[in-house]
């Protein structure tokens, strides 16, 4: 069975400071993993993925998340946070890399400050 | 535009109505999925669609009754819900292709409240 676990379902930074928000998945094969973002009235969008290869995944809008195998975590980061990035963020896991088989976190919601 | 165009994007119900919830996809992706989106819970899978096939319901209940005349489009159709029923539905799409399998893309939804 997989799971994922998203620490903090709020997080707040000032504009211009470090985004991270923490992911930890367990899965009995390689994982598949992916992060999706929701904007305020609007659907899931795919920030990026991790399938196989290299660990450093960077996605849209200057986020990027490191896989480490030995952590169990797929943590994403943005050096810079904009206001524009206040949103709720997803952590998701496969096992296939079906999406039938994703398996969602909690969320986490950024918000940005000034 | 994303791609994947829900409607209605906010729908009230009584109890004893019966309405049905739209999806369309222009993407030519051939599987579609409902999603049942609640406050502090995670996503939830309802049911997949795979080239009009049924191949996912997540235990479900009968008042929930998918259809899916054609691989790009998908209702949902309710009646009888209960107050619990109130979230946000999104359908999502994606290909399901032998080695090659696409992320979800997300419509934006549909709130439903259920009075």
């Known amino acids: 069975a997989q799971s994922v676990t998203q620490l903090g379902s709020h997080v707040s930074v000032s504009e211009g400071a470090l985004v991270l928000l923490r992911c930890n998945y367990s899965?009995?094969?390689?994982?598949?993993l992916f992060w999706y973002v929701q904007y305020p009235n609007q659907g899931l969008q795919l920030l990026l993925k991790?399938?196989?290869?290299?660990?450093l995944v960077k996605g849209i809008n200057g986020f990027e998340a490191e896989f480490k195998k030995s952590e169990t975590s797929f943590h994403l980061t943005k050096p810079s946070a904009h206001m524009s990035d206040a949103a709720e963020y997803f952590c998701?896991?496969?096992?296939?890399?079906?999406?039938?088989?994703?398996?969602f976190g909690t969320g986490t919601r950024l918000q940005v400050t000034l | 535009e994303t791609g994947v165009t829900q409607t209605p994007r906010h729908l009230v119900m009584g109890m004893t109505n019966k309405k049905s919830l739209k999806c369309e996809q222009h993407l030519g992706h051939n599987a579609m999925y409902w999603y049942k989106q609640s406050a502090k819970k995670p996503l939830e899978l309802m049911f997949v669609?795979?080239?009009?096939?049924?191949?996912e319901n997540n235990s479900v209940p009968s008042r929930f009754s998918p259809e899916c005349p054609n691989s790009s489009h998908l209702f949902l159709h309710l009646h009888t819900l209960q107050p619990e029923d109130s979230a946000l539905y999104l359908c999502a799409s994606s290909s399901l292709d032998r080695g090659n399998n696409s992320p979800l893309h997300f419509g934006n939804g549909t709130r439903l409240t259920v009075t």
């Open positions: 899965s009995s094969v390689p994982p598949y």
């Open positions: 991790y399938t196989t290869g290299a660990t």
């Open positions: 669609y795979n080239f009009k096939e049924q191949t």
């Open positions: 998701a896991v496969s096992d296939d890399g079906t999406a039938s088989k994703l398996t």
